[in-house]
């Protein structure tokens, strides 16, 4: 008797876990709706706290609804003693997404309510680290500066407040509007690698702060959400735009991944990057200058070469990497918005796992060493 080869497809590319309604990619239309809404066109008119209500609760808000929201999350905003000391303490040395991990630890170590599963939990829960996460990144920026962190401020909005925790100015709405856009943008994208991560998490009937610690570690990887700073990297590395189609060929030569291009999804270009890059032309021609006309210029060489060579386009992180460090921040802090903004995504989809749940377990075709004696142990 023959027994049949089981189909593996690595990586699960091309396997459809379950069912979603929280978002989609659109193929006909190379489009994003979230919750039938295309993206772009929540970016474009909607703000980000309006879009964190439709992914929760499946409809934008109405106004009393917004006003609940806003004023819920501004009261959430700061953290106690003991956890802002706690992450104080950590290594100056060790990457923002660490401190981030540690913070969603700690933040479920704290609440005793950690492993109350009901949609009302999960909804504080939520709100809490939408709230939270924030002011943990821009403490940390200020920390890896030498600086001391500044309070939230309860009568700014959410991207308002963030630039205010960073810098202690907001910049004119319309860098914080181009900034909006990119939260808008990076909130939610179905069955990516690190949503999956919260998804078997909580598949386990395992608890929301443990499911987002998860996911942060996943986001994390240079395949995933770190290379929105890995874009910046290798800018750098490339240092002169006319430099970019020859360190193209010696990086495709050297196997090298090019950071910012190419998605398991999308064939043909990512739907939010023309968005993402209008808003990126936006900032660098309010910045007016040399450096910022530079990086522009070697941006789009590099993307032209890339298309070129390899028929590859660019995802979201290539124009969000370059847009955050036009707004000033720093390299490292750029992961850690997409953390801010994802945690949305995240939390939506934790609830719907919750909802009609199925332990996600895969089977493995097995490839090691056929059943053999255990030896005698040694003398
Ligand atoms: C918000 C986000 O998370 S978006 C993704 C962010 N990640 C990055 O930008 C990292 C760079 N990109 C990549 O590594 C990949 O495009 C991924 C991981 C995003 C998707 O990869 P997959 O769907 O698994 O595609 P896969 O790895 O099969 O690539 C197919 C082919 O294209 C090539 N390819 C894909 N992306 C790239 C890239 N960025 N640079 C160089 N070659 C690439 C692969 O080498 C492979 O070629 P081969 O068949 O000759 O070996
Ligand atoms: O969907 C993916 O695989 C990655 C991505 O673009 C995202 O998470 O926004």
Known sequence: MTTATPEIRRGLAGVVADTTAISTVVQDTNSLTYRGYPVHELAAHRTFEEVAHLLWHGELPDATQLRDLQARERALRPLDRTTAELLAGLPRTCHPMDVLRTAVSLFGAEDPTEDDGSPAAHRAKSLTLLAKLPTVVAAEQRRRRGLAPIPPHPDLGYAENFFHMCFGTVPDADLVRCFEISLVLYAEHSFNASTFTARVVTSTRSDLYSAVTAAIGALKGPLHGGANEAVMHMLDEIGDPGRAAEWLDAALAAKRRIMGFGHRVYRHGDSRVPFMQAALDRLVARAADPEASRLATLHAALRQAVLTRKGIHPNLDYPAGLAYHLMGFDTPTFTPIFVMSRITGWTAHIT????????????????????????????
């Open 352 to 379: 719907e796992q919750l909802a009609h749940n199925a332990l996600i377990r895969p089977l493995a075709s097995y490839a090691g060493p056929g059943q053999r004696a255990v030896p005698a142990t040694a003398g």
